[in-house]
């Protein structure tokens, strides 16, 4: 049984519906910007789907409302399924916040099921189970991170994971302080030194975007400079993705998507697919409910799946 008990109840007619292309963008795409979506690729000529489909509902329905399931037909949808190379069926995707972030080929054991329908759900539950001792030095950390303290902020973390080492939001908070006093070793430093256990959660993930982003500041030119470059010459895209980087640098996230979804709009293949590579550590720098995160990865989905 899956225990998420931070979950809303949900009837299964909100939790687990059938998709076609039309309702794509509404039931998958823009309802995985709060909830994460798994989307079921599935044939009625399929004979693991039979087994595969019934278990992940079962699976969904259990999780009471830290997710959610889309079924897709893919004989009634290959825009979709071709769009996501799907070559195989039953295929199965986890969408959160607009991408695919996990998925499988294949039927599996329920147990695995399971396991992977609490991983997804995991990614919208967002909340850090924090020592309740510890709640308040985390609060008040924080606090003087965003009042502009970072050297007691900086302090204060130290402080608390000498009491819990592997505590996830007071590693981020560190990296995050010794970033805000501009000393990018120092916040990798801290990052690396981060316990394996905890080195791939959403929180060091995001300080890991946080410093390579700090790492391409540090060398961004001026953002005057690079404006006047681009008004000469706007389809200077390796211009544009500079000015993107140094607005990023200055403090101008906002202005930096829109610059990189231009560049993604005009060729999205340009330089390996620069731009929505530089998207995608901006937006898991920033926090999930961030309103540019949202945005950006709203616009860069409808932009992928047009």
Not at 145 to 163: K, N, R, S, V
Not at 227 to 230: D, E, N, P, R
Not at 234 to 238: A, C, F, G, K, N
């Given at each position: 049984m899956i225990e998420l008990g931070q979950a809303p109840a949900?009837?299964?007619?909100?939790?687990i519906k059938d998709a076609t292309e039309a309702t794509f963008m509404a039931d998958v795409i823009e309802q995985s910007q709060t909830v994460p979506v798994i989307v079921d690729f599935w044939a009625p000529w399929c004979g693991p789907c039979k087994t595969l489909g019934p278990?992940?509902?079962a699976s969904v329905t259990a999780a009471g409302g830290a997710v959610k399931m889309v079924k897709m037909d893919v004989d009634q949808n290959q825009g979709i399924a071709g769009q996501l190379q799907i070559q195989s069926i039953p295929t199965v995707y986890a969408f959160w916040q607009g991408q695919p972030v996990d998925g499988f080929q294949g039927a599996l054991p329920g147990s695995e099921i399971d396991a992977f329908v609490t991983r997804v759900a995991a990614m919208g539950n967002g909340a850090v189970q924090d020592d309740g001792d510890l709640t308040e030095?985390?609060?008040?950390?924080?606090?003087?991170?965003?009042?502009?303290?970072?050297?007691?902020?900086?302090?204060?973390?130290?402080?608390?994971?000498?009491?819990?080492p592997v505590n996830v939001v007071a590693y981020a908070g560190l990296v995050a302080a010794h970033l805000a006093m501009d000393d990018?070793?120092?916040?990798?430093a801290v990052l690396n030194g981060a316990p394996a256990e905890i080195a791939s959660t959403p929180e060091l993930e995001a300080a890991h975007a946080q410093i390579e982003l700090a790492k391409q500041a540090a060398d961004a030119g001026p953002v005057a400079e690079l404006?006047?470059?681009?008004e000469a010459n706007?389809?200077?895209?390796?211009v544009r993705f500079d000015l993107a980087t140094a607005l990023h640098g200055s403090g101008q996230t906002e202005e930096a998507v829109s610059q990189l979804?231009?560049?993604f709009r005009k060729d999205r293949e340009w330089n390996d697919g620069a731009a929505k590579a530089q998207l995608f550590t901006i937006f898991d720098a920033l926090t999930p409910q961030d309103p540019i995160a949202l945005n950006g990865?709203?616009?860069?989905?409808?932009?992928?799946f047009a």
């Open positions: 949900a009837s299964n007619d909100d939790l278990a992940l509902e030095a985390l609060e008040a950390a924080q606090a003087m991170l965003d009042d502009g303290d970072a050297e007691d902020a900086a302090q204060t973390f130290a402080a608390i994971l000498g009491e819990d990018v070793d120092q916040a990798e404006k006047a470059a681009l706007p389809d200077d895209l390796q979804l231009e560049i990865r709203r616009k860069l989905s409808s932009m992928i």
